[in-house]
Every structure is written in structure tokens, then in C-alpha cells.
């Protein structure tokens, strides 16, 4: 089973930062392509930025310019890195990741518990 833990989320004033990590666990034997997601109170899930294995990015209109999505693949780790942050930003932070436990299983899907990122104006 792989298991995605996310950190830093938090309380911040509009305009600010915050920098979300996600790392993966467990059995792995490949993990390709990652992302997050963001879920505001009444609304969907939407989908914020994903970075693919070797390093190609895609973001939300919502977001580009001021989110910048990257990942260590040595560590497993994939980070959103948070900037000129508004009130419309405020979801639980989701981490996702396309990976597969062994050779012999098909890739799936895989969710963080999600981190809480609400944003003050």
C-alpha cells in the first residue's frame, strides 16, 4: 500500500505564502505522475497543479503565476510552493499520485488525507 502524508498548511493573511509537501510511502515501485487538488467548503474538488516524472508541470488558470508545483523523486516528495495568496485560495489541500506497489500491479491512484489551507483577508 502507498501511503501520501501531507505538511504545511496552515493560517495566513491574503497576500502571503505557504509552502504544502507531500511525501510518499510504503510499498512503491513507481511513482509517476503527481499533483494537487483542493476542496473548498460546498464546492468540488478541483484539480491545482500536476508535475509529471520528469518534471513537466500544468496548473489551474486560478493559480498560475503564483503557485509553482515541483517534486524529488530521489525522496519521493512533491511540494506546492504558494505565493500572493487570496481568500479564494481557502480548501483542504489535497496530495495525488499515480503509482504502482510492484512491477506486477497496474498503476492507481492514491490520496492524502488532505491539509487545511485557509487564507485571511
Known amino acids: 500500500q502507498v501511503q501520501l502524508m501531507e505538511s504545511g498548511g496552515g493560517l495566513v493573511q491574503a497576500g502571503g505564502s505557504l509552502r504544502l509537501s507531500c511525501a510518499a510511502s510504503g510499498r512503491i515501485f513507481r511513482v509517476n505522475a503527481m499533483a494537487w487538488y483542493r476542496q473548498a467548503p460546498g464546492k468540488q474538488r478541483e484539480l491545482v497543479a500536476t508535475?509529471?516524472?520528469?518534471?513537466?508541470?500544468n496548473y489551474a488558470d486560478s493559480v498560475k503565476g503564483r503557485f509553482t508545483i515541483s517534486r524529488d523523486n530521489a525522496k519521493l516528495m512533491v511540494s506546492l510552493e504558494m505565493n500572493s495568496l487570496k481568500p479564494e485560495d481557502t480548501a483542504v489541500y489535497y496530495c495525488?499520485?499515480?503509482?504502482?506497489?510492484?512491477?506486477?500491479?497496474?498503476?492507481?491512484?492514491?490520496w492524502g488525507q488532505g491539509t487545511q489551507v485557509t487564507v485571511s483577508s
Open positions: 508535475i509529471t516524472s520528469d518534471g513537466s508541470t
Open positions: 495525488n499520485a499515480g503509482a504502482r506497489e510492484t512491477f506486477y500491479l497496474a498503476p492507481r491512484d492514491y
